[in-house]
């Protein structure tokens, strides 16, 4: 009888599976996850990616048996193709692609059973009073984890095991927990305000004929977009079949577990970096099983392997934080349609500043826009200023100028809080010798070192590397010579504190968050008028509701424009919009100010003017002109080195190798704007490509001609940029 041979595609980086034998007796499909022996890595899960029917003769020899079948769900055809696509488009290795949906972690054994207790037997002999408190506590009788029936009493275990040991209770094995209980659609359905209730009806039909569409609900700040489509997840929970609810990493510690807690009675299962490794595991194989009804999580919660997805929504559609730029560089909000169009299944995109992709895509007809004008409870949109920085400026060495003092003052007044935001971490980004100029900056990299005076170090944003405030100048040795350039969060807190001595501050930026419990903590401490003054970065900028916010301070409009990055206004629009949208949301006083160098700006002058519209038509028509996304195609390649030449030798030597391609232009190479990271020096290449265009596979090609890296040369490739330093 011929062996059979089966080719199997583990999770490193590499394109083509592997075939192996499959050994008599064992009964494996296409889709199974087996343990096969990988070269000097000894054993690997991988998954049977296809039957290989004729084996290269010369091979069969050699060829290694599958060492076992491992007893997790098998990667439904959905997940395989999606997985083929990724790799394709993105270029990175199908293996890399599919390590993203394997990451159940090793220790994927039997649930952990644990201890339940129910008392039975007599009082103990020595009664104390916490012996007590659980005889109470356990008198109906009943079954409880043997931690919640401590927690119940007020008692330590230690206390329940004696309990145990005098036979007064008695030990019960309890199935494993359930990773998330069945959410109820129907548990407390909202009444929708009539600008929402179209909306609402329409994901809802969307959701019962299911197949692939794309629907944007497009919907102002503080509309309730949310609500929304939590109809849409009724619906698919009433068909029995699982929701991804994909959100930026960050808006995972938001309100909106305790939202959607609050709609269907339940927490939903989560899926996101922080989890522990044991509740991944679990998660993942309950996911696998049909056991969870809905996951929130992000990016890579893409990945997972549904037993029957049903809908995908991408919450924030806009937010750049969809793009991994790590590993295989994919956008899940792409990606999110992709795997919706080849389930065939609806995809939900929400955001009240869609990106621009989005934006044209709704304009031409190939997504349905679902629109909410209005705010829910009839607040109206913050009216906003621009505070020319060229013209009343604050003093020199200060960064809130009079008149956003002024008002931040009238507001704290009125017993309303108010948000000052700057998106740059830390106390200054540069530090200089006032005595000879010298300016401190990273061993590594092209890049000034970021003042972190909470922490107490010199920080890189890019690679990482600090060191404590040196006593001296490095170069002219003058001491305490030191003087921060430009204000981060830190400064600004500091100055806040200056102009409002008895005000209750509290500072949330990513560095100085210390776990995501805290921060859930905190915001929710915001949101319940616990703190006067915020001074924030973009950590606050997104999804938050907080009912007193009514003024919004930008203290730097500027900071992300005019860098050279195609994306720079969008991103700028985005950000500012979104962070002045947190105010006003429950009465009709919300104000937002711009500082800006530049009110003149058509950023600015959108966001002022509260002219959305505008804005797109403005951008769109730009791109559109210069054949940017989405009306082009565009690919970055970057090449490093550790030395100058051998980088920019290289760069050349790919560029020279471009398949020839009238449509296509390529543009450099160019030394990187940050030219230096973690020592490494940076070349870039941009690809621009008709949008027809198949980017992908004149990349491949390419790619095969081009000559091989050597000597700790490096080449990234990433499809669809959305950084460009
Ligand atoms: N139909 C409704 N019934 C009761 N409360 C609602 C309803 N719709 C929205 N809300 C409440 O209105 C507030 C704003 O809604 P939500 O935060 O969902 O808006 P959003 O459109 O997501 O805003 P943003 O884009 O600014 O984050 C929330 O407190 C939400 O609970
Ligand atoms: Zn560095």
Redesign the pocket.
């Known amino acids: 009888m011929a062996t059979r041979v089966v080719d199997v595609l583990v999770p490193v980086a590499l394109d083509q599976a592997y075939s192996y034998r499959v050994p008599a007796g064992m009964e494996v499909g296409v889709g199974d996850v087996v343990a096969v022996p990988l070269g000097a890595r000894g054993e690997t899960a991988g998954v049977v990616w296809a039957e290989n029917p004729n084996p290269a003769p010369g091979l069969h020899n050699r060829l290694k048996d599958i060492a076992a079948k491992i007893d997790v769900p098998s990667l439904r055809q959905e997940l395989r193709t999606f997985i083929d696509w990724v790799a394709g488009y993105t270029l990175a290795s199908r293996g890399m692609v599919l390590r993203m949906a394997l990451r159940m972690g090793d220790n994927l054994g039997p649930a952990r059973e644990r201890v339940g207790v129910r008392l039975v037997g007599p009082p103990p002999q020595r009664m104390t009073v916490a012996r007590q408190r659980v005889l109470r506590a356990l008198e109906d009788g009943m079954v409880r984890a043997k931690g919640d029936a401590a927690r119940e009493a007020g008692v330590s275990t230690g206390v329940i095991d004696g309990l145990v040991d005098e036979g007064t209770l008695e030990t019960v094995v309890l199935p494993p927990e359930k990773v998330a209980r069945p959410p109820d659609p129907d548990f407390r359905k ?4 009539l600008g ?1 209730l179209a909306a609402a009806d329409a994901l809802r039909t969307t959701v019962d004929q299911g197949g692939y569409t794309v629907s944007l609900v497009d ?1 102002v ?7 929304v489509y939590f109809e849409a997840v009724a619906e698919n929970i009433r068909k029995g079949r699982q929701t991804l609810i994909l959100m930026p990493e960050i808006a995972l510690t938001g309100q909106s577990l305790d ?1 959607f807690t609050a709609r269907f009675g339940t927490k939903p299962a989560e899926w996101h970096s922080q989890l522990a490794p044991r509740l991944r595991a679990r998660t993942w194989a309950a996911v696998a099983e049909g056991d969870v009804s809905v996951v929130v999580g992000a990016r890579s919660a893409l990945f997972l392997p549904y037993a029957d997805l049903g809908l995908i929504v991408v919450d924030e559609e806009h937010e750049q934080a969809y793009k991994q730029e790590d590993g295989a560089r994919y956008n899940a909000r792409d990606m999110a349609v992709v795997r919706g169009s080849i389930a065939k299944i609806p995809v939900v995109l929400a955001s ?1 500043t869609p990106s621009v992709e989005s934006e044209v895509n709704a304009r031409k007809g190939r997504y349905r826009r679902l629109h ?1 004008p209005e705010r ?2 009839g607040a109206s949109l913050p009216h906003v200023e621009a505070i020319d920085l060229t013209r009343e400026g604050p003093p020199r060495g200060r960064f809130i100028a009079p008149r956003l003092a002024e008002a931040v003052h009238n507001t704290l007044e009125r017993g309303d809080q108010a948000l000052l935001f700057l998106n740059r971490r830390g106390f200054a980004p540069l530090t200089l010798c006032r005595a000879c100029g010298f300016r401190l900056q990273c061993p590594n990299c092209d890049a000034w070192l970021v003042d972190h005076r909470f922490r107490k170090r010199l920080i890189c944003h890019h690679c990482g590397y600090n060191m404590p405030p040196p006593d001296a100048c490095p170069n002219c040795h003058a001491t305490e010579s030191f003087t921060a350039v430009g204000p981060g969060v830190e400064r600004l807190e500091q100055e806040a504190a200056d102009l409002f001595p008895d005000k209750r501050i509290l500072i949330l930026s990513s560095d100085v968050v210390e776990s995501m419990e805290r921060l859930r903590q905190e915001l929710d401490d915001v949101a319940d008028g616990k703190f006067d003054i915020i001074v924030g970065t973009q950590l606050v900028a ?2 938050h ?1 907080f009912p007193k916010l009514n003024l919004v301070g930008i203290v730097d409009a500027d900071l992300g424009l005019g860098n050279g990055d195609p994306r720079a206004s969008e991103r700028t629009f985005q950000l500012l919009h ?1 962070v002045v ?1 947190r105010a006003g ?1 429950e009465d009709n006083r919300g104000v937002g100010f711009l500082q800006t160098h530049q009110p003149e700006h058509p950023v600015m002058k959108a966001l002022i003017l509260g002219d959305r519209e505008k804005f797109y038509e403005t951008e769109i028509a730009l791109r559109e002109a210069s054949g940017y996304p989405p009306f082009g195609r565009l690919a970055g390649i970057v090449v490093s080195a550790d030395n100058k030449h051998d980088a920019e030798g290289y760069a050349k030597a790919v560029a020279k190798a471009a398949p020839y391609n009238e449509t296509v232009r390529v543009l450099g190479p160019a030394e990187a704007p940050v030219a230096v990271v973690r020592g490494r020096h940076r070349y870039r290449l941009l690809i621009k490509a008709p949008r027809e265009f198949n980017l992908s596979a004149y990349l491949r090609d390419w790619l095969a001609v081009a000559p091989k890296t050597r000597g700790g040369i490096k080449m990234d490739v990433d499809v669809d940029p959305m950084s460009f330093y």
């Open positions: 909202p009444d929708f305000a929402q919907g700040t503080g509309s309730g977009k949310t609500e939202r009240a909410l829910f409870g997104k999804g509701h979104q949208g949301r």
